[in-house]
Each structure stands twice: as structure tokens, then as C-alpha cells.
């Protein structure tokens, strides 16, 4: 039996671009800083940008991104959360 092609809806075709412009950039990394990910999270990672094959594109550059995005779009609640904890101190 042949497995029937799924068309994907014009709004994920757009997320699906917009998603590649956001995190599938390459980014340089002036300065190298070692961090840690669970074996499974660098697995997956490892085959995403494997796959792609996009010219510059590395693990860390993508993890880079998607923490510059998630940083962006919370910046409010981490800088309540940062200015909360600061003034609690003591």
C-alpha cells in the first residue's frame, strides 16, 4: 500500500520559513563557552543540522538562536523575575 503524500496548509509552509529564517541561520561564535545538554536533546540536534546540511550551521549556533529568541520574547517576565530577586536579597 503507498503511503499518500500529506499537503501541508499554507499557514505551516509559512511557519515552516519563518521557523527556517529564525533558527536555521548560521551564527558566528566569537567566543566559545561549554555548556551542557542531555545526550537525547544533542541526538536529535546532532541529526536536525546533519540533515539540512545548511553551510555554517552548527549545534551551538542553533542552540544560540533559539536562546536569543526565547530571551526576546520573555525579556519582561526574566528582567520582573531578575529585578524581584534582586531587591529581596537581603
Known amino acids: 500500500m503507498k503511503k499518500r503524500e500529506r499537503k501541508e496548509p499554507e ?5 515552516m ?3 527556517e529564517e529564525q533558527y536555521l541561520k548560521p551564527v558566528e561564535i566569537d567566543r566559545r563557552q561549554c555548556v551542557y ?3 537525547r536533546n544533542h541526538e536529535v540536534l546532532n541529526s536536525l543540522i546533519h ?6 550551521l552548527t549545534i ?3 542552540i544560540d538562536n533559539v536562546i536569543t529568541e526565547h530571551l526576546e520574547k ?5 528582567n520582573h ?3 524581584r530577586e ?3 536579597l537581603l
Open 17 to 19: 520559513a519563518s521557523y
Open 81 to 83: 523575575i531578575y529585578r
Open 60 to 62: 551551538g549556533g542553533y
Open 74 to 78: 520573555h525579556k519582561a517576565e526574566i
Open 11 to 15: 499557514e505551516t509552509m509559512a511557519e
Open 86 to 88: 534582586r531587591n529581596d
Open 51 to 56: 540533515s539540512i546540511s545548511q553551510k555554517g
Open 37 to 39: 545538554i542531555s545526550k
